[in-house]
C-alpha cells in the first residue's frame, strides 16, 4: 500500500517560470513531511521539511505548502533554473508508522533553458 | 568526505548467488536504514537499526538479513539471490529514528542475470 503519491510522473518547465510538484498523502497521522531531490546516479539530498504545526516552510527559491485537511503537500521552486533538473521525491513520517520515512514515486522535473 | 558511503556502486551477478553491500556513515547518526528502489522507481524502506538494534523490519525475504557491527555501520547480505532483486539499494542515516534529515548514499545497483 502506497501512503504517499506522487501523481505526476514528470513536469516540464520553462527557466523561470514556476515549477510545482505536487504529493498527497493517505495517512493522517503522518505529521513530517520532507522533499528530496535526485540527480541519476546519485542518491536523493534532502531540500526542505515542514512539520505538520505549520503550513508553510521557505528556504530561498523553495517553498513548501502543506494543507493538513486536503492531505496534500506541494512543493514551489521560484524562478526554475535549469540546474533544477532532476526527479523530486516527496517523504513523510509519524510515530505511529515506527518512525519511518514512506517515499513517493517521484516526479521528473525539466526545467528548460 | 562522504557522508553515507555504500560499496560496489555497482554489482552483476548470478541468480543463486551471496553478495553484500556495505555501509557506513561518519555523521555520528544513531539511525541507519536500507531502502529498495524497485523498476518503478519506488523507494521503499527495508530495514532500520537505531543504536545497532534493528526497529524496522518491512515485509522482506530471509533472504536479505542485515548486519550492524557498529552504530556507523549497517551492512547487507543477501542469500540465493533472484531475478526481482535487481534493483538500486540506497543506505540512509539520520540523527533520530524517523525524524531529520535523511542522509541517502549513492546508492548499489545491483543486476541479477
Known amino acids: 500500500d502506497q501512503q504517499v503519491k506522487q501523481n505526476s510522473p514528470s513536469l516540464s518547465v520553462q527557466e523561470g517560470r514556476i515549477s510545482i510538484l505536487n504529493c498527497d498523502y493517505t495517512?493522517?497521522?503522518?505529521?513530517?513531511f520532507l522533499w528530496y531531490k535526485k540527480y541519476p546516479a546519485e542518491g536523493p539530498t534532502f531540500l526542505i521539511s515542514i512539520s505538520s504545526i505549520k503550513d508553510k516552510n521557505e528556504d530561498g527559491r523553495f517553498t513548501v505548502f502543506l494543507n493538513k485537511s486536503a492531505k496534500h503537500l506541494s512543493l514551489h521552486i521560484v524562478p526554475s533554473q535549469p540546474g533544477d533538473s532532476a526527479v523530486y521525491f516527496c517523504a513523510a513520517s509519524a510515530q505511529n508508522t515506527g518512525n519511518q520515512f514512506y517515499f513517493g514515486t517521484g516526479t521528473s522535473l525539466t526545467v528548460i533553458p | 568526505d562522504t557522508a553515507v558511503s555504500q560499496t560496489p556502486k555497482y554489482l552483476v551477478t548470478q541468480m543463486g548467488n551471496d553478495k553484500s553491500i556495505k555501509c557506513e556513515q561518519n555523521?555520528?547518526?544513531?539511525?541507519m536504514y536500507w531502502y529498495k528502489q524497485d523498476s518503478k522507481k519506488f523507494l521503499k524502506i527495508m530495514f532500520s537499526?537505531?543504536?545497532?538494534?534493528?526497529?524496522i523490519n518491512e515485509t522482506v525475504p530471509n533472504r536479505f538479513s542485515p548486519k550492524s557491527p557498529d552504530k556507523a555501520h549497517l551492512n547487507l547480505h543477501i542469500n540465493s539471490l533472484e531475478l526481482g532483486d535487481s534493483a538500486v539499494y540506497f543506505c540512509?542515516?539520520?540523527?533520530?529514528?524517523?525524524?531529520?534529515?535523511?542522509?541517502f548514499g549513492e546508492g548499489s545497483r545491483l543486476t541479477v542475470l
Open positions: 555523521l555520528g547518526h544513531d539511525t
Open positions: 540512509a542515516s539520520s540523527r533520530l529514528a524517523g525524524f531529520g534529515e535523511l542522509f
Open positions: 537499526y537505531n543504536n545497532k538494534e534493528l526497529i
Open positions: 495517512n493522517s497521522m503522518f505529521d513530517y
